[in-house]
């Protein structure tokens, strides 16, 4: 009985687990797009990079995050089976 319920849920779980894959690799992107390497000069021009960049830090690591999150995410039906 336990098993059949299982079964019944399975594809939920496997169209939930696309959809968190598809939109982590968005965040993903998004975030590494977002970041900018820094510059070849010295490590003056590489902390001026950064301070530019203060204000959009947050919003970048949090897309990593959230990506990563939502990937693992994406793996729990298969890992749940």
Do not use: C, K, N
Not at 40 to 57: K, W
């Amino acid at each position: 009985m336990i098993d059949e319920q299982h079964r019944t849920g399975l594809p939920l779980l496997l169209q939930i687990g696309a959809a968190a894959a598809i939109i982590g690799t968005i965040f993903q992107v998004g975030a590494g797009t977002l970041s900018t390497s820094l510059p070849a000069g010295g490590g003056e021009d590489a902390l001026r990079a950064i301070a530019g960049q203060s204000a959009m830090l947050p919003v970048i690591y949090l897309g990593f995050i959230l990506g990563a999150v939502l990937w693992v995410w994406a793996r729990w039906p298969d890992l749940a089976i």
